[in-house]
C-alpha cells in the first residue's frame, strides 16, 4: 500500500494502544501539570533550528485566562500521547492565555528553540500571529481552530468542522430516501455557517433546496417556528444547536405532531446533549465515540475527571508527529507539506483523517443516533478513505 498506507496503519496502532495502559499508569506521576509560561524571549530574524537530531513540536494551548480549564487537559492529553507513542519528539508547550499578541509570542519562543512544527492555538483570532511566525520561520501549523478562513499556505486544521458534519448527516439522510430538509439555527455566526453548509450539501447530493429559519438567540417561545414547520412539508429538521435554546426548540416537533426526523450536528457530540429525552431517536454526525473510550477512561483515572470533549484533538495532534517523525522525508523536517498532506490519510482517536489541498482536516464520521443510555451506531464511519467522497 506503500508509505502513506503504512503510516495510517501505525497511527491505528497508536491510537488504539491498550497495551500502553500499564506502562502509562506507571508514569502517572510524573505527568507534570501545565505550567503557564507568560512571557516569551523576541525572536529577531528567522533563527536557525538546532542540527541535534532532536524533533521539537511546539504546543500552544491557552493555560491561564478563561480557558486555562481546557487548555490544561488538552496539554495532558498531549503528554499522554508522548507516553503511549514512546516518541522521541520533545514537547515544547506554551501558554496563549486569551490573546493573539500573547499567542504570537509564545510562537516565537518555541520557534527560538528550535520546533519544526507547532500545534495550535486554540482560538481563530490568534491563528494568523502564530502563522506569521512561523511561515517567517519556514515550518507548519497544526491549528485547533473551525474558522476555515485561517486555513491554507502553511497552516492547517485539525478540528472539528460543522460543515462536515452537515454534509455526512445529508448525505445519509439522502440515501434513505429523505429529499426535503429543514434547518433551525440561531441567527448568529454559526447559524450562517451552518446554513450555506446545508445548501452546498443539498446540491451535492440532489435534494430539494432546505427551508431555513433562523432564530434569535434569546429565543423563548417556538410558536412562531413551529408554525412555519407545521405549514412545509420536511422529511428532516436539523437543529443546530445546544443548551437551552435546544431545550425550547427540539421538544417543540414532537408535541406538535411534525413527524419529520430530527437530526444535529457534531454540537451534539458531548454525553450531557446527546442523551437528552427529548432527542431520542435523532441521528447526528460525528466520531463514533467507542473509539475514545479508552483514552476518555484512562484520563479519567490519572487526572480525577473525564477530559472536555476537543482533548482528543491535542493527543491526535501529537500522535500524527510522532507518525511523522518516524517515517522517511523527503526533507530535513517531517513534518513538512508533502508528508501532512499524504491522501491516503491518517488514523486516531477520533478515526481517520487527512488534510486537504486547503488546509481543511477530511474526517470519516459515523451516523450516530441520541439515546437517553448514549448514542448507538446508525452507520459507521470509513475506516479508510478509498473510494471515499471529499
Known amino acids: 500500500m506503500g508509505r502513506g498506507r503504512s503510516r495510517l496503519n501505525r497511527l491505528v496502532r497508536l491510537a488504539g494502544a491498550a497495551a500502553m495502559a500499564a506502562a502509562l499508569a506507571a508514569c502517572a506521576q510524573t505527568v507534570p501539570r501545565p505550567t503557564p509560561i507568560t512571557q516569551a524571549p523576541t525572536v529577531s530574524g528567522a533563527p536557525t533550528r538546532p542540527d541535534d537530531g532532536v524533533l521539537r513540536v511546539g504546543m500552544l494551548l491557552p493555560l491561564s485566562g478563561g480557558s ?7 496539554q495532558r492529553a498531549a503528554q499522554m500521547a508522548v507516553f503511549d507513542t514512546g516518541t522521541q519528539v520533545e514537547l515544547l508547550p506554551r501558554d496563549t492565555g486569551d490573546s493573539p499578541n500573547a499567542a504570537g509570542q509564545a510562537a516565537q519562543s518555541v520557534i527560538a528553540q528550535g520546533a519544526d512544527i507547532i500545534l495550535g492555538p486554540l482560538f481563530s483570532k490568534s491563528v494568523g500571529p502564530v502563522a506569521q511566525q512561523a511561515r517567517a520561520a519556514g515550518i507548519n501549523v ?6 476555515t478562513a485561517q486555513a491554507g499556505g502553511n497552516v492547517f486544521l485539525l478540528s472539528f468542522l460543522p460543515q462536515q458534519a452537515i454534509d455526512r448527516i445529508v448525505g445519509y439522510g439522502a440515501s434513505q430516501g429523505m429529499r426535503r430538509f429543514a434547518l433551525l439555527a440561531p441567527r448568529s455566526a454559526y447559524g450562517q455557517i451552518v446554513s450555506r453548509a446545508l445548501s452546498e450539501a443539498a446540491v451535492k447530493y440532489n435534494v430539494e433546496a432546505p427551508v431555513v429559519e433562523l432564530y434569535d438567540s434569546k429565543l423563548s417561545d417556538p410558536t412562531e417556528l413551529q408554525q412555519k414547520l407545521q405549514a412545509t412539508q420536511v422529511d428532516a429538521v436539523i437543529v443546530a444547536d445546544v443548551g437551552s435554546r435546544l431545550s425550547v426548540v427540539a421538544p417543540m416537533l414532537g408535541y406538535s405532531g411534525i413527524t419529520a426526523k430530527l437530526m444535529g450536528t457534531g454540537q ?6 446527546n442523551r437528552q429525552p427529548y432527542l431520542a431517536g435523532a441521528w447526528y454526525a460525528a466520531p463514533d465515540p467507542s473509539r475514545r ?3 476518555e477512561s484512562r484520563y479519567a ?7 472536555p470533549r476537543l482533548a482528543t484533538l491535542a493527543y491526535d495532534a501529537v500522535a500524527l508527529t510522532a507518525s511523522l517523525a518516524g517515517q522517511p522525508s523527503s526533507g530535513s523536517n517531517p513534518f513538512n507539506t508533502v508528508a501532512l498532506q499524504d ?3 491518517f ?3 477520533d478515526g481517520i483523517f487527512r488534510f486537504g489541498q486547503n488546509g481543511l482536516v477530511q474526517r470519516g464520521l459515523a451516523v450516530l443516533q441520541a439515546e437517553p443510555s448514549g ?5 459507521s464511519a470509513p475506516d479508510s478513505f478509498s473510494g471515499a467522497a471529499f
Do not use: H, K
Not at 497544526?142 to 474558522?147: G, L, Q, Y
Not at 451534539?268 to 446533549?273: A, E, N, S, T
Not at 448514542?375 to 452507520?379: I, M, R, S
Open 68 to 74: 486555562a480549564a481546557l487548555g490544561e487537559a488538552m
Open 142 to 147: 497544526v491549528a485547533f481552530s473551525t474558522d
Open 268 to 273: 451534539w457530540d458531548d454525553p450531557q446533549v
Open 293 to 295: 473510550a479508552d483514552f
Open 301 to 307: 483515572q490519572q487526572f480525577g475527571g473525564p477530559p
Open 343 to 345: 491522501p491516503n490519510g
Open 347 to 349: 488514523v486516531g482517536i
Open 375 to 379: 448514542p448507538t451506531v446508525v452507520e
